[in-house]
């Protein structure tokens, strides 16, 4: 079975950074599409990051774009995101997802979907 496990939430004070890995087993991350959204409850779901089976198409959303860096580690089957200069908003639970069917990293994070998803990890950003 397919497994997404995510790491390295917490709580930072504003302007802290955080760096998320989503290591993965079922699957080898390097043939899929990879994506980092959050989804505070009772929210709606919001593609942060994602980045396609090619290293150099990735995608930011205007919120976290500057701040954040998505990337991988083929031989560690992981992906991170690492977050800096994080404020208020950034304060969410984190998934990451994978799918191989988005064409784009954009794409992806665009429609806010994928084929597998990891239980999430927690960012609290406080003073």
């Known amino acids: 079975q397919v497994q997404l496990v995510e790491s390295g939430g917490g709580l930072v004070q504003p302007g802290g950074s955080l760096r998320l890995s989503c290591a993965a087993s079922?699957?080898?991350?390097?043939?899929?599409?990879i994506g980092w959204f959050r989804q505070a409850p009772g929210l709606e779901r919001e593609g942060v990051s994602c980045?396609?089976?090619?290293?150099?198409?990735?995608y930011y959303a205007d919120s976290v774009k500057g701040r954040f860096t998505i990337s991988r580690d083929n031989a560690k089957n992981t992906v991170y995101l690492q977050m800096n200069s994080l404020n208020f908003g950034d304060s969410n639970v984190y998934y990451c997802?994978?799918?191989?069917?988005?064409?784009?990293?954009?794409?992806?994070?665009?429609?806010?979907?994928?084929?597998?998803w990891g239980q999430g990890t927690p960012v609290t950003v406080s003073s």
């Open positions: 079922g699957i080898t991350l390097d043939n899929y599409a």
């Open positions: 997802a994978a799918d191989k069917h988005p064409p784009t990293g954009q794409v992806m994070c665009v429609f806010r979907a994928a084929e597998y």
């Open positions: 980045i396609g089976v090619s290293d150099g198409d990735t």
